[in-house]
């Protein structure tokens, strides 16, 4: 989630909004459709659509870090008395302290978690939110936050964070008229995304925050070069970072890929901390975040080829980002990837299918495995989570040099798609061992 964050002051005044408690979601920035949204407007005191909504209760992932990874005290729960929907078009989320001095809040997440800027496109996601209304002692170890995590995260509890990305939309702590936003991304703690503080704005002025709705939006636009990541306050752009911020692979492992969306009032934890801290006997418990909509808008990427032809080898260790892997001598020349096991990935951008479809694709791929060793080798489109538009079985192929070339049929594909080559196996043991991939018609 959110972590410390060393603070470099910066003003950004922005105006109290003057619509209404309520408004309509809107339409889609030029040159993008509106992929989701919720606008609230269920009746008073009902949860959440859970078709569109998972609720994350407890102190944590299963199998991730306690408290989740950031030292917050609540408990998360689903009950309507810490998320509802208000009868006026928001949604509401409440932290609240029990006569133990025990506290319950919420975090609820998008089922969803394919959104994504495409190659050559742009992704937005925005929500229009009043933070919770309270300063001062009163505030203090609030920590209401919108933001988003990549798609990885969600099978494995985030134990892979912050490699797979972390778009801070909207922080605030202790009641402060401010904004926070950041990148996490790389390693931790260090790395090149400064982790565990990550690439962040600073604390950013925010006059009326507390006490009206305002936007908070991020963009990532595949559109441009260097890509970029901009963050807008009403429709004001405040921060922007570029990839060249990090190496091309951090990046794209933080970036190119779904997320989901999450919504929560945190207490306590390592932010508040670093401000204070809290909650102490002098915080007031049961002031909300109220959420007016929550839109998620994507654009359809260029449609000129930029990159990879697919039906060419595509050579292994021309990967753009991956996981688990290493590269060695090949005994057919050049370089393969190696010691790749279950979980693994690698991730090829910008692969071009042209209009005319696709039949299959070989993989060149060899075995040292042991005995009851083997796995599948899978082809995934424009997300990890996606599902395989194709796959093979692999067992010992008589060494981790021995290689064949093996066929799978593949779904239709067209255009320009995120390639990621995934590799699942029911043991840990490394599997197979890669030289190139290939499509054919």
Known sequence: MKRLLTVASALLVA??????????????????????????????????????????????YPGGAANWGTGEIETMTDST???YQDGAGNLVIKPLRDSAGRWTSGRVETQRTDFAAPAGGRMRIEGRIQQPNVTGAAAAGYWPAFWALGDAARPVGATNWPSIGELDILENINGRSSVFAALHCGTNPGGPCNETTGL????????GCLGAFHTY??????????????WYLDGVNYFTLNSTAVDATTWNNATHHGFFVILNVAMGGGFPAAFGGGPTAATQPGVPMLIDYVAVYQSSGSTTPTGRDAYAKIEAESYDASAGIQTETCSEGGQNVSYVANGDWLQFNDVDFGTGG???????????????????????????????????????????????????????????HTVFLTFTSGQSADFVNVNWIQFRR
Request: some cysteine.
């Open 358 to 416: 696709v039949k299959d694709f070989v993989g060149r791929v060899a075995s040292g495995a042991g005995t009851a060793v083997s796995g599948l080798v899978e082809v995934r489109l424009d997300s990890r989570s996606n599902a395989p538009i194709g796959s093979f079985a692999l067992a010992n192929t008589g060494g981790w040099q021995t290689w064949q070339s093996i066929p799978a049929n593949v779904s239709a594909v067209t255009g320009e």
């Open 15 to 60: 105006a109290l909004l003057t619509a209404p408690a309520e408004a309509a979601v809107p339409p889609a920035p030029s040159g993008m459709t509106l992929v989701f949204s919720d606008d609230f407007t269920g009746a008073s005191g009902t949860g959440l659509n859970r078709s569109n909504w998972l609720y994350s209760t407890g102190t944590g």
């Open 81 to 83: 008395a810490n998320v």
């Open 200 to 207: 962040t704005s600073g604390e950013r002025a925010c006059t």
């Open 217 to 230: 939006a991020i963009e990532h636009d595949r559109s441009v070069s260097p890509e970029q990541l901009r």
